[in-house]
């Protein structure tokens, strides 16, 4: 044949599909997933068989794990040598499996995730329990094929007389298929199968009766009786596995929180220093010291609080942010006649009694077959014995032992193989004790034989045995559960005060947006009047707070931000702070208008916000709705829904719950409006308001107020864009309906008539106020400087040369620090 007539053109696409196809194929079939009968994977089954048929048995002394590991490798499982002492070890781990099936001798690992010593140091043999697993293989119980160099055979599945991949569960990873089976309590898995095996009804929720919910050999708490019906019913669900702690009193008033049991499959040494990472960060004010005082006795490790600490506060964080508390994912997956299925309760125990149901078939069709061949031959014998002379005398008389099975055969009609018998039968059993023996144990096996029949020809005698087997596996082997069940997923919170220590501190939030909090102790070192900031720039809030409140930040586009105090950046009195733009994205030309203290999560008061737009438009929302939410560490959330893309936030104003408030709007065109605030009703977050005041075209709101109406002789002190500065008494501005046109507040001139840029409500009657121009110059004075004037007159001149055009004004400093 010609060379180019052996070559084959393929297309790159179709060799990769087919190639990782059978790849695929090999490590899903092969290699990660379990078989649904026995439990096993393939590594785990050559290991258990290889141990059996070196008779490395548990009556046995123990054996080098490395002579195992190269049976293994030579005769059955050609991969490396670490790879198959990883898996010897992990069945020999009794914080991994519920029933160990190797007993190891040696280090074999622990909790802590330490390796085991290498092979070469540990012993092993196989546990009582494993052996069940291969009990009854000697009588063709199950299938065979060859190993990888077809000299040996290796069976596809053994017969395993106790439901394996249930009480022990697997993990595993192949090509697209993941399989997590928790472990479960033999005896609960055992009356579930019995339940099966004796009724004909069979329903999930009746097997939950026996088997209700996994049980992990570190013992643990599950929670979510719904996630695990939902498992059992469909092979996938989430339950909640919690650590068993106790919070321990000791002298002092100090405590401690002991944990017992860890949930499953937690690294012991990677959660203790979670936890010691959690204490150097101070992310939780409280713990002194973590300890693992883990012993022979059992696993406690010892989690030290400082004197009168919420210990239970503590111990939630814990749950909630480490693994003392964890999810568990079901996502049974196992080989099903060939074929990778997601499997639920019922199928995993319909597969294994089906499975048992064939091993104790071909067991007793086995042993049937067995006793028959016996039973044939004893006939013989028992023929022989009573024609004994005339049988020696022809064996005599032949030549050789065909020969004499011949002559035996033509002569009195024996069989082959009862001539065979007879021909190789030793002279002391030619006694006439041994004729007695024999007639005995032909009716021995006539009983075993009708007993076979029987069995073989009722599937409920067959089932009735399997029963037998299980009830004796259980008593045989029967363990306590371990981990304890409760229904429902315990809701945990944690309060503020647990995760922040509580710390008062002065919080300070500047007109240009920068913000800080400053210690007390850097608060009273510093000059008070040396807040630091930018030209032009000065503070809108001052307050002293604890670490455990929070701000609530308004914006001129509507938006809010609600911060918690202990987020603020630490810095001292005299920086600047940060800027909000470096954490949140603002719109172009949005700055703060106002800020306020957030009320207490559990509050709900009758407090409101008042907003007032540019655009003439009032709302009322109550300040508890300024909650946080989802990404307030990097977005902003709607304040208020503004009538156009031009409108903006002018003013904003706390309104306390029980107090008579005044609202008063003013104009850039020197209206001004009052009336009562209970004509503005609360509404939403989202919600647009109502009309304010009746704006003439080209006309805008500059500034509102809300004033107690208890206050005497509340005043306003007004700025026009020509620098005069006006000081009148409200009473002069005449109450009127809400929406109102309202009344001039200065008097008209017809060249370059004021305007109003900014405007003070004066409730003290003596209140520092800063004037500041545009070259960055500012004036102070206090308002009593100003000499009250009438509603129809422009105020005075600032005497302040060459400091520019003024920009606007507002109190000093001092007065924050004092309100």
């Known amino acids: 044949m010609a060379q180019h007539?052996?070559?084959q053109e393929m297309s790159l696409a179709s060799v990769m599909s087919d190639r990782f196809g059978r790849y695929s194929k090999y490590i899903i079939q092969d290699r990660a997933l379990p078989d649904i009968r026995d439990?096993?994977?393939?590594?785990q089954r050559r290991i258990l068989y290889a141990m059996y048929q070196d008779r490395n048995l548990s009556s046995q002394p123990y054996r080098k794990s490395a002579k195992t590991v190269g049976n293994v490798i030579g005769n059955y499982h050609p991969h490396g040598d670490i790879s198959v002492y990883e898996a010897m070890v992990r069945m020999s781990q009794d914080w991994k499996l519920r029933e160990p099936l190797i007993d190891m001798h040696g280090n074999n690992g622990s909790m802590d995730g330490d390796p085991a010593a290498a092979m070469r140091y540990t012993e092993a043999r196989l546990s009582p329990i494993a052996e069940e697993l291969l009990q009854d293989i000697r009588y063709q119980t199950v299938d065979y094929v060859l190993n990888f160099d077809d000299s040996l055979e290796e069976p596809v599945v053994l017969p395993a007389r106790f439901p394996n991949l249930l009480v022990n569960g697997a993990t595993g990873i192949s090509a697209g298929y993941a399989t997590e089976i928790p472990p479960h309590n033999l005896n609960e898995v055992i009356d579930g199968l019995i339940y099966m095996l004796t009724h004909k009804r069979i329903t999930l929720d009746k097997i939950m009766e026996f088997i209700p919910a996994p049980d992990f050999p570190t013992g643990g708490i599950i929670q979510g009786f719904e996630g695990i019906k939902k498992a059992y019913e469909t092979g996938q669900g989430r339950i909640v596995v919690r650590s068993v702690t106790e919070i321990e009193k000791l002298r002092g008033n100090k405590s401690q929180i002991v944990v017992t049991e860890l949930p499953f499959e937690v690294n012991k040494s990677k959660l203790i220093q979670k936890i010691d990472d959690?204490?150097?960060?101070?992310?939780?004010?409280?713990?002194v010291e973590v300890r693992d005082e883990s012993d022979r006795q059992g696993l406690r490790l010892v989690i030290e609080l400082r004197r009168e600490v919420d210990a239970q506060g503590i111990l939630n964080y814990l749950l909630l942010n480490t693994e003392l508390q964890v999810n568990y994912h079901f996502n049974m997956v196992a080989i099903n006649h060939l074929r990778p299925e997601v499997v639920g309760l019922l199928d995993i125990l319909n597969a294994y009694i089906e499975h048992q149901q064939e091993v104790i078939t071909r067991r007793t069709q086995f042993q049937l077959d067995q006793d028959k061949k016996r039973h044939h031959i004893v006939e013989g014998l028992i023929y022989m014995m009573s024609i004994l002379d005339e049988v020696i005398e022809t064996i005599r008389q032949s030549n050789n032992k065909q020969n004499a099975k011949d002559n035996l055969v033509n002569r009195f009609e024996f069989s082959q193989d009862q001539a065979e018998a007879i021909v190789s039968l030793q002279l002391?059993?030619?006694?006439?004790?041994?004729?007695?023996?024999?007639?005995e144990e032909q009716l021995e096996l006539n009983e075993r034989i009708h007993t076979y029949e029987t069995i073989l020809a009722d599937d409920q005698t067959l089932n009735?045995?399997?029963?037998?087997?299980?009830?004796?596996?259980?008593k045989r082997f029967s363990t306590d559960r371990r981990t304890q069940l409760e229904k429902k997923i315990e809701d945990i919170s944690v309060e503020q005060h647990v995760t922040v220590p509580e710390e008062q501190v002065y919080v300070s939030v500047t007109k240009e947006g920068y913000l800080k909090r400053t210690s007390l102790r850097s608060f009273g070192a510093s000059d008070t009047m040396d807040l630091g900031s930018r030209e032009f720039d000065y503070p809108l809030f001052i307050k002293e707070l604890s670490t455990h409140d929070a701000i609530v930040i308004i914006t001129n586009k509507g938006n809010y931000i609600h911060l918690p105090v202990h987020e603020l950046p630490d810095i001292r009195w005299k920086d600047m702070g940060i800027h909000l733009s470096q954490h949140y994205q603002l719109e172009d030309g949005e700055q703060i208008v106002n800020v306020f203290v957030a009320l207490a999560d559990e509050k709900e008061s009758e407090d409101t916000l008042v907003f007032m737009t540019k655009e003439g438009m009032i709302k009322q929302t109550y300040l508890h709705l300024f909650t946080t939410y989802r990404s307030y560490k990097t977005r902003t959330a709607v304040a208020i829904n503004l009538k156009s893309k031009d409108d903006e936030v002018v003013a904003v104003h706390h309104a306390k719950e029980g107090v008579k408030y005044q609202a008063v709007i003013l104009t850039k065109d020197s209206y001004g409006l009052t009336y009562d605030l209970n004509e503005v009703n609360p509404v939403g977050l989202r919600a647009r308001g109502v009309i304010a005041i009746n704006l003439h075209e080209n006309d805008s709101v500059i500034k509102g107020f809300i004033i107690d109406q208890s206050v005497e002789r509340p005043q306003l002190m007004l700025l026009t864009q020509r620098g005069n500065i006006k000081r009148m008494d409200l009473s002069e501005v005449a109450t009127a309906g809400r929406g109102s046109r309202g009344m001039t507040l200065l008097k008209h001139v017809k060249s370059n008539p004021h305007e109003l840029i900014d405007a003070i409500a004066l409730i003290n009657p003596k209140v520092p106020i800063i004037v500041q121009f545009d070259t960055g110059k500012e004036l102070q004075l206090e308002s009593t400087d100003i000499n009250i004037t009438p509603r129809l007159t422009n105020g005075t001149a600032l005497e302040a040369k060459d400091a520019g055009k003024v920009l606007n004004m507002h109190v000093a400093r001092l007065t924050l620090l004092d309100d």
Do not use: F, H, M, S
């Open 5 to 7: 007539e052996t070559i």
């Open 39 to 43: 439990g096993l994977k393939p590594v």
């Open 278 to 287: 959690i204490r150097l960060q101070k992310k939780v004010d409280g713990i």
């Open 428 to 439: 002391y059993r030619l006694t006439n004790t041994d004729i007695v023996a024999l007639k």
């Open 464 to 474: 009735k045995v399997l029963v037998n087997e299980l009830r004796d596996i259980k």
